[in-house]
């Protein structure tokens, strides 16, 4: 079956392209995933101007902070072994920091989803960094070393703070509880399992190292492309990882997996996966920005686009997805272009594609059997004076109210009894279906509300 996507190529690459030759950059490469793949792919310019070579989807780029999304994936996993929780305080893992600074709040304060949420407070950099020379201390060992010179710099959980350094602190949490070195960890539990055989931290191997974009800093009044040096010593879990268009297109299909493909369950489950991508605040007045776990969200056109970007050394990239419709693109560049603005135009060219498309009809799921005395109408006839369906629908029982989102129940191993789905007022409570003597279903009870099933005459 043809992807909807392949019909826009021609318009995708006319769109990289426009975008390569009206901000003057050096080369871009860029892919769009769908329905798990990767479904479009193309590159403009060079990845190496001097010698004319151009890039492909398999070309590595530096991803910087793209790293902490892998970074935060092997938190969660730590989470789900039960060996951490994420409101545990830093200090409970990493003691060093007793002695950091409490200069704008307390250090015991700081826990590990606030440090996946940038909200920690702590300074945004290690000590000593000085990005205009190219200094910059990507060992944790020799920052802990200096703990005085770290510190909270706002309130603690009080405002999004971006912070290499907190994710620094996040690896090393994940070295000392998985019992091998961070790198270790990520390539035993993420890249090799989802086979992205090219998502590696710095330095890269020799027999890689060919493969890499030449890194080309910004262009200052002139059309001179500047090589930038390497390398800077950001080889770690904040920033550390080189990749290509072709291993963060399996990354972003990660992400968007349906929660009836068990394919990757054991490397992250599908409820973490929602738990980690879903908005946690707000980060501005604008309302079109919000953090997660690992990922972050910015509202354009009514499309939320769930994304991590990378800056560093002459390299910009983004990847981003939309969830609800199943579309996701990466953008690579290396110069100095805002990754994260094509990117997303890229994915609302795609996403338009898709949702245009004939939709393909498929078999509805067949009703368990029992459910069948489940589904019917429910009625609250005290003060609310509501009437609600319990449907199968969609390959679920669902509970229907024609002024609310519908709401799905979850089967527990409790026959009768099912769990909410997340994100509703009544999530992680039970349903319950109560039974008369003569097993006639007479109520269904959800959310401290009551509901009187009615049964047709006989």
């Given at each position: 079956m ?6 826009v ?7 990289l392209a426009s975008y ?9 490469t860029a ?5 798990g793949?990767?479904?479009?792919s193309g590159?403009?310019?060079f ?11 398999s070309t590595?780029?530096r991803v910087a ?12 996993q730590?989470r789900d072994?039960?060996l951490l929780?994420?409101d545990d305080?830093?200090?409970r893992?990493?003691?060093?920091l007793?002695?950091?600074?409490p200069a704008a709040g307390?250090?015991e ?5 606030l440090l ?19 200094r910059?201390e990507g ?5 802990l ?30 070295a ?9 960890h990520?390539?035993t539990?993420i890249?090799?399992?989802?086979g ?6 710095d330095?890269l ?5 060919a493969?890499q974009?030449?890194?080309y800093?910004?262009?200052w ?5 500047t090589?930038?040096p390497?390398?800077l010593g950001?080889?770690?879990s904040?920033g550390g990882?080189?990749?290509c268009?072709?291993?963060?297109a399996?990354?972003?299909a990660?992400?968007l997996e349906?929660?009836d493909?068990d394919s990757h ?5 599908h409820?973490?996966?929602r738990e ?5 605040y707000?980060?501005?007045?604008t309302w079109?920005s919000a953090f ?14 769930v994304?991590?970007?990378g ?5 910009r990239s983004?990847?981003?997805?939309d ?6 693109a990466?953008?690579l560049i290396?110069?100095?272009?805002k990754s994260?603005?094509i990117?997303m135009s890229?994915?609302a ?7 245009e498309?004939e939709p ?6 067949a ?8 589904v019917?109408?429910?009625a609250d006839t005290?003060?609310?004076a ?6 199968w629908?969609?390959?679920?029982l669902?509970?229907?109210d ?8 979850q089967p ?7 769990d909410v789905?997340?994100g509703?007022?009544?999530s992680?409570e039970?349903a319950?279906f ?13 959310g ?5 099933r009615?049964h047709a005459?006989?």
């Amino acid at each position: 079956m043809i992807d909807p996507v392949e019909s826009v190529s021609a318009k995708l690459q006319g769109t990289l392209a426009s975008y390569v030759k009206e901000h003057r950059l050096p080369g871009a490469t860029a892919g769009v995933v769908h329905d798990g793949e990767l479904v479009w792919s193309g590159s403009v310019g060079f990845a190496d101007v001097a010698d004319r070579v151009v890039a492909d989807s398999s070309t590595l780029h530096r991803v910087a902070s793209i790293t902490k999304t892998f970074t935060a994936t092997a938190i969660l996993q730590l989470r789900d072994d039960g060996l951490l929780g994420l409101d545990d305080p830093v200090l409970r893992h990493i003691p060093e920091l007793a002695a950091a600074q409490p200069a704008a709040g307390p250090i015991e304060a700081v826990t590990l989803r606030l440090l996946l949420a940038h909200q920690s407070g702590f300074q945004s950099e290690p000590p000593r960094t000085d990005w205009s020379s190219g200094r910059y201390e990507g060992d944790v060992l020799v920052n802990l070393a200096r703990v005085a010179e770290i510190g909270t710099r706002v309130p603690v959980a009080a405002q999004e703070k971006y912070s290499n350094l907190g994710y620094q602190l996040l690896g090393e949490v994940v070295a000392r509880l998985s019992g091998q070195s961070y790198a270790e960890h990520v390539r035993t539990r993420i890249t090799e399992p989802l086979g992205l055989t090219r998502t590696l931290l710095d330095p890269l191997p020799p027999d890689l190292a060919a493969d890499q974009a030449t890194a080309y800093s910004g262009r200052w009044m002139s059309d001179a492309l500047t090589p930038v040096p390497q390398p800077l010593g950001m080889s770690s879990s904040e920033g550390g990882m080189w990749s290509c268009v072709d291993d963060l297109a399996r990354w972003a299909a990660f992400w968007l997996e349906r929660d009836d493909d068990d394919s990757h369950a054991a490397v992250l489950a599908h409820a973490t996966r929602r738990e980690m991508r879903t908005p946690r605040y707000l980060a501005d007045d604008t309302w079109l920005s919000a953090f997660g776990l690992g990922w972050y969200g910015v509202r354009k056109d009514d499309v939320t686009w769930v994304q991590h970007g990378g800056s560093l050394l002459g390299f910009r990239s983004t990847v981003c997805f939309d969830p609800k419709d199943g579309v996701g693109a990466v953008v690579l560049i290396n110069g100095m272009g805002k990754s994260g603005v094509i990117a997303m135009s890229l994915g609302a060219i795609a996403r338009a594609a898709v949702l245009e498309a004939e939709p393909v009809i498929t078999p509805p799921a067949a009703m368990p059997s029992a459910y069948a005395d489940l589904v019917g109408v429910y009625a609250d006839t005290g003060v609310f004076a509501e009437l609600v369906r319990v449907e199968w629908r969609d390959g679920a029982l669902a509970l229907v109210d024609p002024d609310a989102p519908t709401i799905e129940l979850q089967p527990t191993d409790i026959p009768d009894v099912f769990d909410v789905q997340p994100g509703v007022r009544a999530s992680g409570e039970p349903a319950r279906f109560d039974r008369a003597e003569d097993g006639r279903v007479r109520r269904f009870r959800i959310g401290g509300g009551s509901y009187s099933r009615l049964h047709a005459l006989d």
